[in-house]
């Protein structure tokens, strides 16, 4: 079975800074889909940024990228010039190819003081 | 287009009640995913429907809990008798038959048991 862990409980990061949100995952599979998704206090669950296990260059989204390790089944998040408005709990996501069943990691709490 | 809808936002139900939680997919979507996520823990799967056919129902509790997905309607998750450990925050997420990666999740409902 598949398991996600995220070991940061929480992380703060003073606005304008970086900071980056660790991710590993076990899986026995050679391609799948990682995920992060950010949940704001009103609970919706926000996609940030999507990467494919074949693909390797690493996904970018504006001012969020990952650092995708494929041997070390490692997925962190850098989250650049950090907003009041990036506050939210970060989860880290799995998923099979051919199959969108979602596996979480527990989350991770972000705080940005300003 | 719309996104996904869930109804009730929140919900509140005695011991021994049952709780009907609602799901309309994104306009195209034929595929339907529940998640519930328990006070300070990640999100868990539960379902995968699509219409009129259970695909995985893996993350389902043996007892008390059904789903489906009509070929006409939204998707029901159905709590029979409900006990306090079953309140927690109740998300569907659908995604296009052709890309089942792409998951657009609900504002997710709210159940308290009292």
């Known amino acids: ?114 | 287009n719309a996104g996904v809808m869930q109804n009730p936002r929140h919900l509140v139900r005695r011991r021994g009640q049952e709780a009907r939680l609602r799901c309309s997919p994104m306009k195209g979507h034929s595929h339907v995913y529940w998640y519930r996520q328990l006070p300070e823990e990640g999100l868990k799967f539960m379902v995968y429907l699509q219409k009129e056919n259970i695909i995985d129902e893996s993350g389902m509790p043996k007892e008390r809990f059904s789903a489906e997905f009509p070929k006409e309607g939204p998707s029901i998750l159905r709590i029979q008798q409900v006990v306090r450990g079953d309140s927690a925050a109740y998300f569907c997420a659908s995604s296009p038959p052709t890309s089942y990666n792409e998951q657009f999740f609900g504002p997710g409902t709210r159940l308290t048991v009292l």
């Open chain 1, 1 to 114: 079975a598949q398991t996600v862990t995220q070991s940061q409980p929480e992380m703060s990061v003073q606005e304008a800074e970086t900071v980056t949100l660790s991710c590993t995952y076990d899986t026995s599979e050679s391609d799948y889909y990682l995920f992060w998704y950010k949940q704001p206090p009103s609970r919706q669950m926000i996609l940030v940024i999507r990467q494919e296990a074949y693909k390797q260059q690493n996904a970018t989204e504006n001012r969020f990228s990952v650092n995708f390790q494929k041997a070390a089944k490692s997925f962190s998040l850098k989250i650049s010039d950090s907003q009041l408005g990036d506050a939210a709990m970060y989860f880290c996501a799995y998923s099979q190819t051919s199959y969108g069943k979602l596996t979480f990691g527990q989350g991770t709490i972000l705080t940005v003081h300003p």
